[in-house]
């Protein structure tokens, strides 16, 4: 439980102590029965705080279970994004070399070209 939870509680089981006990004192009631009625005041007064404790921590564990859900789906999500990006990052470096390989071979062709228009041209100047 956080620091505030905490003595929000203590300040519940204090009030309700003391709420209990001066409206005991108040009243007009012999010795025993008075503190028979103290008594059984702090006794449910403690037992309320001991309930909203329970209450406090089961809520508390639910919502940090849905966080944890919470947190996990993203962490996911985020991974799933990171490996489609560096799919689609690959997929663009082949499709760049892939333009560059054809680019190349395309200029390998026309040098080809180029070389068999001279040597036509050589073959025929020595005829």
Do not use: C, F, H
Request: charged fraction near 30%; hydrophobic fraction near 45%; glycine fraction near 10%.
């Amino acid at each position: 439980m956080k620091k505030d939870t905490k003595s929000l509680l203590w300040g519940l089981l204090a009030g309700g102590v003391a709420g209990s006990v001066t409206a005991l004192l108040l009243a007009p009631k012999p010795g025993k029965e008075l503190r028979k009625d103290i008594a059984d005041g702090t006794t449910g007064a403690i037992d309320k705080v001991q309930e909203i404790a329970v209450q406090a921590s089961d809520k508390s564990a639910e919502l940090y279970g849905k966080a944890k859900d919470a947190v996990g789906s993203v962490v996911t999500e985020i991974k799933e994004w990171r490996k489609q990006a560096q799919e689609e990052e690959a997929a663009l470096e082949t499709v760049s070399v892939s333009g560059i390989i054809t680019d190349e071979a395309g200029q390998a062709d026309d040098a080809a070209e180029g070389t068999d228009a001279a040597l036509a041209a050589d073959n025929a100047a020595l005829k």
